[in-house]
């Protein structure tokens, strides 16, 4: 099984700052990984998959980069909506697996 | 759009089995593959499985004893049943579409599933 190692556990960005979400993978998983975005209360929500392709209504400022064992989601200018956990997760081998999340806060 | 909606009861006891209904709206149940995710209460999420509607399944290893996924075509549903359950499995239980068998969009709002006696 691959193990993704997510970090930091919490980010502090203050608004209109650029957050930035590391995700390292036990094995490569080459571009194959994606970038959930979740809310309290909410059901996950897919930003970024193959890495750095933003999905359907995904704002701008959103980015993904990385292949192999890092990735990063680059948020460019942290919005009040933006502040959530997030998690990555990699499809290159079975079973799926997810990262323990980066939960990004207020500062 | 897609709209999926988990059903189920809500508490579980020890021992016996859990089984949770996802109502597909939005997409045939055919197009896809469709899969089952959990989330214990305040931890990360696991992927317990995923089903075709032609009864192809894959199952996490660490569950494949205990789980059974199936599709049923004539309502659009596809549902859940995790046997001889603990504590353990106390989880907010997910349904979501798999896009090309690798990522998850979209999920269903989950449904908080606890076991206790």
């Known amino acids: 099984e691959i193990v993704m190692t997510q970090s930091p556990a919490t980010l502090y960005v203050s608004p209109g700052e650029r957050a930035t979400l590391s995700c390292r993978t036990s094995q490569s998983v080459s571009s194959s990984l994606a970038w959930y975005q979740q809310k309290p209360g909410q059901a996950p929500r897919l930003l970024i998959y193959a890495a750095s392709t933003r999905a359907t209504g995904i704002p701008a400022r959103f980015s993904g980069s990385g292949s192999g064992t890092e990735f990063t989601l680059t948020i460019s200018s942290l919005q009040s909506e933006d502040f959530a956990l997030y998690y990555c997760q990699q499809y290159n081998n079975w079973p799926r697996t997810f990262g323990q999340g980066t939960k990004v806060e207020i500062k | 759009q897609v709209q999926l909606q988990e059903s189920g009861p809500g508490l579980v006891k020890p021992s016996e089995t859990l089984s949770l209904t996802c109502t597909v709206s939005g997409a045939s149940i055919t197009t896809y593959f469709w899969s089952w995710i959990r989330q214990p209460p305040g931890k990360g999420l696991e992927w317990i499985g995923h089903?075709?509607?032609?009864?192809?399944?894959n199952y996490n290893p660490s569950l494949k004893s205990r789980v059974t996924i199936s599709v049923d075509t004539s309502k659009n549903q596809f549902s859940l049943k995790l046997s001889s359950v603990t504590a353990a499995d106390t989880a907010i239980y997910y349904c979501?579409?798999?896009?090309?068998?690798?990522?998850?969009?979209?999920w269903g709002q989950g449904t908080l599933v606890t076991v206790s006696s």
């Open positions: 979501a579409r798999v896009e090309n068998l690798d990522w998850f969009d979209p």
């Open positions: 089903v075709f509607h032609r009864g192809s399944t």
